[in-house]
């Protein structure tokens, strides 16, 4: 099965570590590739400390990535250097690339068939961006055993994906504290 956990509401990724700690506990092996994400998320310790039950890989740069117009000045100036603004369509080569090469690596740890479950949390955001591309991402769906239970988490998950999977979940926003300027907090949003 193919599932897809998207929207604007928080809790994306924290479903599909949930999963993997049920399939951990049925004796399965999980592979989780975050996309987008580097070393400095407190769920990381935990899940790391799992292996070889759990592989965690990660893919991404110290920095947020933002296509122009998506953000108010505001929020620019919130970001401050931690936000990198590109055109609509022309995402920085060099972070695609980085993108590419950890989906890359994650196709290949999949194909194997050595997991039960496999997770591409924030793979939707990836595809939004325009990081990696739908063929990729295609190719690898048809390509994973049958008995591979496929995640894939992050906002803005394009209609063919939904159309595409077995299950979508729709976190939708209703009410956030953000909103009021809480930062994201140790051991709860990082």
């Known amino acids: 099965m193919i599932q897809v956990y998207t929207g604007t509401g928080k809790g994306k990724t924290t479903a599909a570590i949930g999963l993997a700690m049920r399939a951990v506990g049925a ?3 999980v592979y989780m590739m ?3 994400k580097g070393l400095a998320y407190s769920e990381q310790k935990i899940i790391r400390g799992f292996a070889p039950r759990i592989k965690l890989a990660t893919t991404g740069k110290p920095f947020f990535v933002a296509e122009e117009g998506m953000l108010t000045d505001d ?3 919130a970001w401050g250097d931690d ?8 995402p920085p080569a060099d972070y695609k690339r980085m993108i590419e090469d950890g989906f890359d690596e994650a196709a290949r740890e999949i194909i194997t068939g050595e997991y039960r479950l496999a997770i591409l949390d924030e793979i939707n955001v990836a595809l939004f961006f325009g990081l990696i591309d739908r063929g990729r991402v295609e190719r690898l769906m048809n390509e994973m055993p049958d008995e591979v239970e ?9 209609d063919w994906l939904m159309e595409r999977a077995d299950l979508v979940t729709d976190m939708r926003e209703v009410k956030h504290y953000y909103a009021k300027g809480v930062e994201a907090r140790r051991g709860i949003e990082n």
């Open 75 to 77: 929020e620019k100036k």
């Open 83 to 90: 936000v990198v603004i590109f055109p609509k369509g022309s």
């Open 34 to 36: 975050q996309f987008m």
């Open 27 to 29: 004796d399965f092996r």
């Open 150 to 158: 496929l995640v894939m988490t992050g906002r803005n998950a394009p």
